[in-house]
Nanobody, 120 residues
């Protein structure tokens, strides 16, 4: 599967953004999907994950401010981000791990190119 993110940009503190990830080459129903971010000089970290059955998980860093969702009919993944803070400034990545592999942050192996989010 190939992943292409969009929806990043510059936003004011307290604002919202909705990131999108379009998948091609395979159906996202065969994968556990997730969003990660990488802040400069820090390791990439998981933000939110969603399994094929729709169950979701969130990292503490953005829990309560983000919602992950997917539209299998469109083969798309989304991340709604609210109440954004300057420390949320990062490159955000869409990622996937095939079903059959545990849906854990460290197992994600397929990555998009990223979309930059800047909060100021």
């Amino acid at each position: 599967v190939q992943l292409v993110e969009s929806g990043g940009g510059s936003v004011q503190v307290g604002g919202s953004l909705r990131l999108s990830c379009v998948a091609s080459g395979d159906t996202i129903g065969r994968y556990c999907m997730g969003w990660f971010r990488q802040i400069p000089d820090r390791e990439r970290e998981g933000v939110a994950g969603i399994e094929s059955d729709g169950s979701t998980s969130y990292a503490d860093s953005m829990k309560g401010r983000v919602t992950i969702s997917q539209d299998k009919s469109r083969n798309e993944l989304y991340l709604q981000m609210n109440s954004l803070k300057p420390e949320d400034t990062a490159m955000y990545y869409c990622a996937a791990v095939p079903l059959g592999t545990l849906c854990r942050w460290e197992n994600f192996s397929i990555w998009g190119q990223g979309t930059q989010v800047t909060v100021s």
